[in-house]
């Protein structure tokens, strides 16, 4: 018996086919048919010419992007002080905020509900804060990590070197520092923007009643609607490949930057 | 006791969200599971059955929705006619007792569903069982469809001991079952009922009166803004908004004192004219802006927190949110809309795909439909769940003894010190009595009777009859339970509501497939964000955002490849 390198793929290749390839076949099979199995774009055109389905798409997005935004912002000053600092002990804080993961994702949530209550009263009262609260508190560990690795590996030197040069601190951070942390800035970003359009059960659980993508497909599939449900599926998956398309393409560049 | 609701609580997420979210995320996977499957599937069913082969019956329930067992020796429910505890599941129950009965193995392959368009979906998906119990509007669906096996003749046997189901069934859901019919055909030629319910509302009395939430209208009350949860589904939602919209119809005498009420009260509530629906939309609209959540399982622990005030719910449920606050020594009220309510059932039904014409099988399901509407295995399935069984027993006591051991007023308990020492007395009394006499349950009542009496004096208004001979089967005042004064909004009303409030329900029927899309369509509708609703400001503000990220990204770039 001998076995080529390439035979130990085998196992994660039929997984591949199994759970991705096949699985995805059926969707797109069932996103252009209709309930007699005959080929159709209505499902496709139904999406866009629909205001609610829009509306959804548009109220994901918006909640997606404000949650990357608000995790960004309490991620970069947290992975840079960390990432700089001359700590012994900082992979420990790091360890600190990953620690919140290792909890089940319910239980942190069912406490977050109790938490919001006490602050704010009535937790129905404001339904879009919360839902960014939930995805903030769900998904920072996703912001931090990258931003620390790709922080805490910046030649320390170039920061010094643009100091002899003669800029100030703020330009030293926006010219020297900002940009080298482009990197682990998009694949955060990527890792809480994505998740953050299609995790419902945060706003279930918080809730907030408007549907956002996760939902929506949801509904569609407990309607016995599988082909609206699989077209809904299928622009999402496209819209998700366009978004790692974009980022990943500028990533390359800006690792280019940071190897310089 | 914080920590096990807490536990309840976590269970109920695990259970719907995660399901419902592993759902949808792998909708995909078992699409494909089912193509694979078809290949792979194993003929089980060639040949003619052996008499000495193990009969598999495959049985499909809802979750938690029967005994599971295991109980312990305190739990034990002590009835004047036996001691009932459940030491295994009855699943293992009934396979014992199929074979000490029938003498063939049989053996159960049980699993479980989390809605009823979850086993829709399993079914279409080519998923096969024997026997399911959903709900009544799944059930007509399935008739509809024409995919159920009848129930055999032999079934509705009296004569057989065996036959509990027909023995026991209570002549008033009995009734309703031959009389509701889907293409001609009654309910209960396919199906037997399992548990059944009203829907209404839990309320906290010391904010909401009973009489404001006897109406659907509080759902979009304002005075309650974000203090009322309504159920995550759309029909029951749909039946709350129509009685709310049709309120003062419903209400009006002229509506009440028809001849034909019920039939009309029937066709109002299932009232699904494009019209009806836009209205529900509109209305659905304004009660999202007003409740505080659309929930499946969340609501009964929000309630019980005191989070809100007011929680539509089913009624088997609501015992339980009622049982649960009062270990809190918390105390909320049931209630059901003067308008109408919507009266559930769950029952069982054979499906023809997995049965077949093995008829083998097909006794072994009837038998487990006979098994569960055993008495004791009644109650032991009702003290599991918390909902209450469409069986009354028939001549058999046990049931509504059970009732009387759950609601009945407790003597010995909630009153003072003086009477406390008058009732030990009284009770000292019943037990020489019992000793002595030979009639001893009546003796005990005679004398607890007095006992209420002596008691009585500043609290005469203490306890009331609560009529439940139209469940129990009887002329009115045949089954009396002499319950606290306060039973009328509390478990044994949700449990087992007055004939008052069941001759204003009305079942919900199934609606045909266009139907269902527009229901469907008004429901995403209604939960949706409508894109015309962003106004023009913000439009303008996230063009600017866009356009200076653009800028940003390529003044980046720019530097880089400038350095570079």
Redesign the interface.
Known sequence: MHFSRKSLGIPYAVFLLVFVVLPLLVLVFYAFTNGQGQFTISNFTGFFTDPNTLGTLFYSLLLAAVTTAVCLTLAYPTAYILGTSKLKSRSVIVMLFVLPMWINFSLRITALKEILTILEGNLAMYPFLNAVIGMTYDFLPFMILPLYTTISRLDGALTEAAMDLGADRTRTFLEVVLPLSLPGILSGVSMVFLPAMTNYVVLDMLYNSTYIMGSLIGSYFSAYDWHGGSMISLILLALICIFTLLTGGSEETARGGALL | MNVFKYLN??NF??KR??K??V??LC???V??SC??GTGFRITAKAGEPDPDKTIVLRVSNWEEYIDEGDWDEEETIELPDADIIGENSVIEDFEDWYYETYGRKVRVEYSTFG?N??L??ML?LGDEFDLVCPSEYLIMKLMAEQELVPLSESFFDESDENNYYIKGVSPYIRNIFETQEIGGEPWSKYAAGYMWGVTGFVYNPEVISEEEASTWKILSDPAYR??ITIK?N?RDSYFAAVGAIKSDLLLSDEFRNDPDYKKNLEREMNDTSPEMIAQVQEYLQNV?DN??????D?GKADMITG?VVCNYQWSGDGVYTLDQADEDDFELAFTVPEESTNIYFDGWVMLKRGIGDDSAKQHAAEAFINFNSRPDITIRNMYYIGYTSVLSGGDDPLIFEYAEYNYAAEEDEEESDEEAVDEEAAEDVVEEAAEEDEEESEETEEVSEGTEEESGGDEAEDTIDYDVSYFFGGEDGTYVITADADAMHRQLFSAYPTREVLGRSSVMIYFTQEQ??AI?RM???V????????PVWAWILILALIAGAVFA?VK??R??HG??
């Open positions: 609580i976590l997420l695990k969200e995660i419902k979210a759902f949808v909708a995909a996977a699409l494909l193509g694979i809605t368009e979850d829709y979906n279409t974000r203090q995550d759309v999202k409740v505080y959540s659309f929930e499946t969340a989070k269902n899309a469907n429901w995403v509708n939960r949706c964000f409508n894109i015309h609703h962003v990204a980046i770039k530097r880089f350095v570079g």
